[in-house]
């Protein structure tokens, strides 16, 4: 198995609301990424998580046995 990293960009008209995102995500998980900024009349917060790959890698040969 491998770790994933998630990303999510936060976005919201009001610091009070990005606030409110910011928790949620934190409480499942989620990791603050960088400074939050504002631009265009919101606010943004950038976050991310890891997590396992549940894909798992199998080894086989051309005969059918595995080495």
Not at 7 to 26: D, G, K, T, V
Not at 41 to 67: C, I, N, W, Y
């Amino acid at each position: 198995m491998s770790q994933v990293n998630e990303y999510e960009l936060l976005a919201a008209p009001y610091p009070a609301e990005l606030s409110e995102a910011i928790n949620r995500r934190l409480a499942e998980g989620w990791s603050l990424c960088g400074s939050p900024f504002a631009h265009a009349g919101e606010v943004f917060q950038a976050v991310v998580r890891t997590k396992q790959d549940d894909k798992r890698v199998r080894r086989s040969s051309g005969d059918g046995k595995l080495a």
